[in-house]
Structure formats: structure tokens, C-alpha cells
């Protein structure tokens, strides 16, 4: 039986660990050409190996999404080794600084948004203006945050990044619906990734509390938000487009 995604040529930025690596290794698996993309080589080499043991080809490219022409690059590259670009997985993101507000730099914030905002624009762009110029149709997956739907403390570059990831989001997908060109986000709540290691290192006993905050009492898979963006890029969501959708195991349904 053919997968979710077969034949479709997908673009995973962000792939060298963490949800990108689950997603690029799973998109393969259900039948994508998968192009994988991070500024980590030894990250990429990694997922191509996961990979391969899977019984899966996917190609990989060094780039960074912040970058104005190596996120023009990645999408024309992509058309270049398969012909096309029908969706992607902009996923690509970093954490920053641990601060409060007042405390925090703005070398910080331009960090943090050149590469969770701006990278995820330049991305999305290039991807619109290749899936026009094809004649339309495409899905684009970014990923956002429950940070993007709710506020935290001590991440304001963080939180205003994601919560512009949305924005940007829903303000795409209203632009091309009728282009046949559906843009949609997933909003992770805390999962099991080398980010929330390094966040809960600030706090070492947060990550009980952190559990404990979710309906399901569990952190969440890789695995679980590449599934959720998986089904977004494929048809099978065909009537979805301009959703933030939180894959946190009930973390934002309560108070």
C-alpha cells in the first residue's frame, strides 16, 4: 500500500535531530523524496544513517534557513535534484537565552527571531513562489509551539518568535487557499528533544512539574508531532489549512 506521502518531494529544515530527524526518517517511510536540511552535518549524517537503516534514501543539504539565499538555495535545490517541491516541514528553530524580560539581550531576540521567525519566512516564501511558479498546489508544515498559542516566563525571544510563526502561518494559508496551496503549523508542547534538556537544565526539577502540566502526564515523542506533520502535508488533510494545532498532550485544554 502506498504511504501518506508517495512521490511527493519534501523539504525538512531543522533535520539533523529532534522532530526534524523523526520527520524527515518517517516522510521517507510513507514514500516521500526527502531533502533534509540543517547547519549540524554531523546531525544530517546521523538522520541519513537512521535512515538508511530504515531501508530509506534521503538526501541531505548544509544551510542556513536565516539566510536569505541559502533558503533560496535549499527550495531551488530541491527542484533541481527532484523536479519539484510539494510541501515542507519548516522546522528549524533554537531556544535562546534563559531571562527574564528586562534581563534578556537584544543579541539574544535578533538571534532567536532570525532564525524562528525570519528562517521560517524565507523558507515559506521561496516555497510559495517555487509551488506558483509550478502552477500551485503544495502543503507547507511549520513548526510553532504551545508558546506560540500561550505565553511563558523567561523566553521572550522564544515566545514572540513562535507566536509570530502562527501569524505568519494563518496569513499565508488565507492568501493561497484558493491556489491550492494549504499552510499549516504544528504547536509541540514538551517533548523529549536535546531544546527541552537544555531548558529544563535551568531548572533541574522542572521536568516532573513539566510532565505533570500535561492532561496526559507524559512528555510527548519526535515521533508524535512528525506523525501530526505527516498527516498535514498529505492529503488526507485536504480541507485544513491556517491551523496552529497543539500536539501536547492536553497541555493548553486545561487551565
Known sequence: ??????????????????????????????????????????GLAETAR?????????ETIEANVGSEDDANRLVSETIKRHGMIDGAFNNAGIEGDWARTDESTLENFNRVV?????GVYLCMRAEIQAMLKAGAKGSIVNTASIAGIAGAMYMPAYIASKHA??????????????????????CPGPIKTRMLDTLMGHHPKAMDATSDSTAMKRLGEPQEIAEAACWLLSDRS?????????????????P
Open 114 to 118: 532570525g532564525v524562528n521567525q525570519t
Open 238 to 254: 485536504s480541507y485544513v489549512t491556517g491551523v496552529a494545532l497543539p500536539v501536547d498532550g492536553g497541555m493548553v485544554a486545561g
Open 50 to 58: 537512521i535512515a538508511s537503516d530504515a531501508g530509506q534514501a534521503i
Open 1 to 42: 500500500m502506498s504511504g501518506m506521502l508517495e512521490g511527493r518531494s519534501i523539504l525538512v529544515t531543522g533535520a539533523a535531530g529532534g522532530i526534524g530527524q523523526a520527520a524527515a526518517v518517517l516522510f521517507a517511510k510513507e514514500g516521500a523524496r526527502v531533502i533534509a536540511a540543517d547547519l549540524n552535518p554531523d
Open 165 to 186: 510563526v502562527v501569524g505568519l502561518t494563518k496569513a499565508a494559508a488565507m492568501e493561497f487557499a484558493r491556489k491550492d496551496i494549504r499552510v499549516n503549523a504544528v
